[in-house]
């Protein structure tokens, strides 16, 4: 592929967003515990805790919601209920999926 065609590719990327309830939000020591443990997972973009649950934006290509479930149970915690939903899929061009894949190839 020519470095002209390579700048001006595009790809649609889809990530996903799981919302988990654990009785292990609320607590700080706890709280800090999952975080930890989720943003080790290759394929974790994002990991906040909002009103009694924690998010997790993901890169269904790099990891599953079952993978993220049972990094929070490794982490002593419990999972009471979770639920995933895609975002809407939005283009990247090839430097930014490089550099997405390289981020992935050092995490």
């Not at 973009?45 to 009694?52: D, F």
């Not at 995933?84 to 190839?105: F, K």
């Amino acid at each position: 592929m020519s470095e002209e065609t390579n700048k001006n590719w595009a790809a649609l990327v889809a990530t996903m967003v799981a919302r988990i309830e654990s009785e292990g939000v609320g607590s700080p020591t706890h709280e800090k515990a999952i975080t930890g443990a989720l943003n080790a997972i290759d394929g974790v973009e994002e990991v906040s805790i909002e009103n009694g649950a924690i998010h997790v934006t993901y890169d269904p290509l790099q990891t599953t919601e079952k993978k993220i479930e049972e990094s929070i149970r490794a982490s002593g915690n419990s999972v009471t209920s979770a639920k995933a939903e895609s975002e809407t899929p939005r283009p990247v061009t090839a430097s930014g999926l490089a550099a997405r894949r390289e981020a992935a190839a050092h995490g």
